[in-house]
Structures are given as structure tokens and as C-alpha cells.
């Protein structure tokens, strides 16, 4: 079966400050994996996703995120925050089964202080 | 931005009453979905379907069923809501994950009373 876990429920940055959100998975096979975010009251956006090769991802506003096979991870980081980033963040991992199901871990919630 | 319309976007409802959501796309994707998401569990797929009437269910779909009569409606019955069903409903659709991944509708907010 496949899971992921997000450790962090909270985290709390200063603007400007650099950010990386933890995201550690399981998955049977080579797993693709996903980072979306969500603004209060919204809908799921995508960041960005792995698939295969380069193991360091880069994706939209900014935001990158590292595939490590042996850490069974895919951090997400962001080298500067701004306000607009304090969101909720979503890990999400999928692959090969037959319905291209995927799985998400239960999030992490970024406050950005002033 | 992909077309992917959910109905209603807010629905209150009394104990023990059916409930009927719909997801609507016009991407012509094989693939639709239904997450619930409740604080701390983050989504979790409760129905898929990966052709017109082709259905499965997902961690969650004690409670729920759903149906897709056509490649663009995907629909989630709440036969007798409960009010351990109170949540936001996620509806998603992809093509293939290697693609874009999933897109997801905006959502309804359900309450059960």
C-alpha cells in the first residue's frame, strides 16, 4: 500500500526566510510524487511533480523540491518566503496502479510572519 | 486552467437525507475522482472511475456511491447522510498522471446536521 507523511502539521517562517517542507512516502515501485498547495477557501494547485530523472525538481512561484530514493523523501523548498506563500501544502504520491490513483499525506500549514 | 465545474460549491442537509454532488469536466479525461479532506487526514479518495461506467472504490466509500453515465459527469451519492460525512468534497481528473498530474475542481462544502 501506498502512504505518505507530512511531519510537520504547522510551520511558521519569518518573510524572507528560506523554507522546506518535509515529505517522506512509501511506495512499492518507482513512485511519481507531487506537491500541491491550497489557499483558504480554494482549490488544489499543482507546484510541481517528479517522474523520473533529474532528481531535483524546480516548479511554479518559485518553489523546488528534491527526490531522495534512499530517504524515501521529496522536500519541498523555497529559498526566500514570501507572505503570499502562507498556504496549505499537500505531498501526494502515485505510479503505476490501474487507476493512477494517488495518495496524499495530510498536509502542512505555512504561516508567514511579517 | 483546465474545465472541471463541481455543483453545488455549498450544501447544508439534515441527518439521514440522500445527497447527490456532480463534477463536471470538458477535457474529455478518461480519469475522474472524489477525495473528502478533513483536517489532518488531508484527502482521501473515497470513489474513481476510469471509463464511462467503469467505477471502483477508494480508501473511504463506506456511505458513498457513484456513477458516470457519460465521460463528462461524474456524480457522488450520499445515499442516507451521517454526520461523520460532514467535509469538503474534492472532485479531480487527469488524463494520465504523467502528464499534468490531477486537476481539481473547487470543491463543495458539505455540512450534515
Known amino acids: 500500500a501506498q502512504s505518505v507523511t507530512q511531519p510537520d502539521i504547522h510551520i511558521t517562517v519569518s518573510e524572507g526566510a528560506s523554507l522546506e517542507l518535509r515529505c517522506n512516502y512509501s511506495y512499492g515501485a518507482t513512485p511519481y510524487l507531487f506537491w500541491y498547495v491550497q489557499s483558504p477557501g480554494q482549490g488544489l494547485q499543482l507546484l510541481l511533480k517528479?517522474?523520473?530523472?533529474?532528481?531535483l525538481v524546480q516548479g511554479i512561484k518559485g518553489f523546488e523540491a528534491e527526490f531522495k530514493r534512499s530517504q524515501s523523501s521529496f522536500n519541498l523548498r523555497k529559498p526566500s518566503v514570501h507572505w503570499s506563500d502562507a498556504a496549505e501544502y499537500f505531498c501526494a504520491v502515485g505510479g503505476g496502479n490501474a487507476g493512477n490513483m494517488l495518495t496524499f499525506g495530510g498536509g502542512t500549514r505555512l504561516m508567514v510572519k511579517p | 486552467d483546465a474545465g472541471i465545474t463541481q455543483s453545488p460549491r455549498h450544501k447544508v442537509t439534515e441527518t439521514g437525507t440522500p445527497v447527490t454532488l456532480r463534477c463536471h469536466q470538458t477535457?474529455?479525461?478518461?480519469?475522474m475522482y472524489w477525495y473528502r479532506q478533513d483536517p489532518g487526514h488531508g484527502l482521501r479518495l473515497i470513489h474513481y472511475?476510469?471509463?464511462?461506467?467503469?467505477?471502483d472504490k477508494g480508501e473511504v466509500s463506506d456511505g458513498y456511491s457513484v456513477s458516470r453515465s457519460k465521460t463528462e459527469d461524474f456524480l457522488l451519492t450520499l445515499e442516507s447522510a451521517t454526520s461523520s460525512q460532514t467535509s469538503v468534497y474534492f472532485c479531480?481528473?487527469?488524463?494520465?498522471?504523467?502528464?499534468?498530474?490531477?486537476?481539481f475542481g473547487s470543491g463543495t462544502r458539505l455540512t450534515v446536521v
Open positions: 472511475s476510469y471509463g464511462v461506467k467503469d467505477t
Open positions: 517528479y517522474f523520473s530523472g533529474d532528481t
Open positions: 479531480a481528473i487527469t488524463r494520465t498522471l504523467t502528464e499534468w498530474g490531477y486537476t
Open positions: 477535457e474529455n479525461h478518461r480519469y
